[in-house]
């Protein structure tokens, strides 16, 4: 059943289509993040670019064959899909608040660092990527985190019905100081995360 916010954004963006992406690398994770963020800010009403964040429908199917590949799919509304509705806007910075139950996990573990985060929406996705972006910027351990993200792999499998969504995971081949990143996450959640 359509919420009355999700029938807003249908009204003013149109209908939901499907997008996917090809993702192969961590690098390939974060031009994702940012290309699907881009559209929305460059289409959408500064006051809805949350609410359409959270209604961008995000799937996950592993490519045959590979050990990480992925390809993820994107139910978003039609107008932020179509280029012809950016009117040559550039994207602008918004500023948006982070709930401490959506706070992305993480572990350091002998010789490598775990970041996870369950995934519904786009919201979560952009969450878990900008958290990560986060911890690169820790002098010390962002360095660890920068040389090895060649290496980094990204698994997801499917939760329950009762969950919903999925489990996605970014584990890096290096270990981090884990006080840091306690201190990294009690900031990031303090502050607005802005949008760029």
Do not use: W
Request: charged fraction near 25%; aromatic fraction near 10%.
């Amino acid at each position: 059943m359509e919420t009355p916010t999700k029938q807003i954004l249908l009204a003013n963006y149109g209908n939901m289509k499907l997008a996917r992406y090809l993702v192969r690398s961590y690098d390939d994770f974060v031009d994702v993040c940012h290309t699907v963020a881009r559209q929305v800010l460059k289409c959408a009403e500064r006051k809805q670019v949350f609410n359409l964040f959270n209604t961008i429908e995000c799937t996950f199917t592993s490519v045959p064959n590979t050990l990480t590949s992925l390809i993820v799919g994107f139910t978003m509304p039609e107008k932020i899909l179509s280029r012809q509705s950016y009117r040559s806007r550039p994207a602008r910075d918004v500023e948006i608040r982070v709930p401490a139950t959506h706070a992305p996990k993480y572990r350091c573990l002998e010789g490598q660092t775990l970041f996870s985060a369950r995934i519904s929406c786009f919201f979560d996705l952009y969450l878990l990527h900008r958290f990560i972006r986060e911890a690169m910027n820790l002098p010390g351990e962002g360095m660890k985190l920068i040389t090895s993200k060649r290496q980094a792999q990204i698994t997801v499998s499917r939760l329950s019905e009762e969950q919903g969504g999925y489990r996605l995971k970014v584990a890096f081949p290096c270990e981090c100081d884990v006080e840091k990143l306690v201190q990294m996450e009690s900031h990031f959640l303090k502050q607005a995360m802005r949008s760029s």
